[in-house]
């Protein structure tokens, strides 16, 4: 076996491990910014609260799914969301699983389908509400960004 060969597979089950881990984390951070009223779920609604109060998010989640990968508006949405998180110092994560999503964060009148492409977490007062998964999630964008993954794709755990 050589150097990188021992390297890759020692990574491989410790970045599964830190996915799952980050996974479980991100359900934890929705649930618990969905209960402190601290999210904004949808595209444009997300547009606005970055355009409005940049300041106030702290984390940023894009969804997609292989239905709407080919569509192009979407595609840009994303690239202009990433810019700006990038500008603003903002971590931001890719899920692949948006129905899994979009029945964490709730929203959307039934029968209508729901807008979970782009998820805020908003903090509007630094010191009154602080979650150790959001912690976790920022070390975990910060380890990604140190080998070059500057939008981390995470998996939600399965109920």
Same mark, same amino acid.
């Given at each position: 076996m050589t150097f990188e060969e021992v390297c890759g597979q020692d990574q491989g089950t410790d970045t599964s491990d830190r996915m799952r881990s980050a996974g479980s984390a991100l359900e934890e951070l929705l649930l618990s910014a969905k209960k402190h009223d601290c999210l904004t779920v949808g595209v444009y609604e997300s547009a606005k609260v970055m355009n409005v109060d940049p300041d106030s998010v702290a984390f940023c989640v894009l969804a997609t799914?292989?239905?709407?990968?080919?569509?192009?508006? /979407?595609?840009?949405? #994303?690239? /202009?969301?990433?810019? #700006?998180?990038?500008?603003?110092?903002?971590n931001i994560v890719r899920v692949g699983d948006i129905d899994r999503l979009a029945d964490i964060v709730g929203g959307g009148e039934p029968g209508e389908p729901k807008d979970a492409h782009c998820i805020l977490v908003t903090n509007p007062n630094l010191e009154s509400w602080k979650d150790p998964a959001l912690e976790k999630l920022s070390l975990f964008c910060e380890e990604r960004r140190g080998v070059c993954e500057w939008v981390p794709a995470i998996t939600l755990p399965e109920r």
């Open positions: 799914d292989e239905e709407y990968e080919c569509d192009i508006a /979407l595609q840009i949405h #994303f690239t /202009l969301i990433q810019a #700006f998180c990038f500008d603003n110092d903002i």
